[in-house]
């Protein structure tokens, strides 16, 4: 089986910073990237950053010149770093494994959209 641990989440006051961080471990054969998505409540779930595991990146255009996302391939790790976070950034942080194959012991298994639990993110006015 795959792991993932979020961890990082938090209250902060508008204008404030997160680190959030994300990792990944089993017997992990190939990742083709990882990002954050975000669910606030009664909203539907959307992207906040990804990064490929080539580096290239995509971020919501409600997050661009905020939010940074970054990498580690060999530790299957990704962060996201929150500046200037506003009210509206509220929501659970959920991190997302791409295209996914990883050894369960008895074959190679291929996903896609693999989940973590999330990590609350509260910014108060």
């Known amino acids: 089986q795959v792991q993932v641990v979020e961890s990082g989440g938090g209250s902060v006051q508008a204008g404030g910073s997160l680190r959030l961080s994300c990792a990944a471990s089993?017997?992990?054969?190939?990742?083709?990237?990882m990002g954050w998505y975000r669910q606030a409540p009664g909203k539907q779930r959307e992207l906040v950053a990804t990064?490929?595991?080539?580096?290239?990146?995509t971020y919501a255009d409600s997050v661009k010149g905020r939010f940074s996302i970054s990498g580690d391939n060999l530790k299957n790790t990704v962060f996201l770093q929150m500046n200037s976070l506003k009210p509206e950034d509220t929501a659970v942080y959920y991190c997302?494994?791409?295209?996914?194959?990883?050894?369960?012991?008895?074959?190679?298994?291929?996903?896609?959209?693999?989940w973590g639990q999330g990590t609350q993110v509260t910014v108060s006015s």
């Open positions: 990064i490929t595991y080539g580096g290239a990146t």
């Open positions: 997302n494994l791409d295209r996914l194959t990883y050894d369960n012991g008895n074959s190679y298994i291929a996903l896609r959209d693999y």
């Open positions: 089993g017997r992990i054969l190939n990742l083709s990237g």
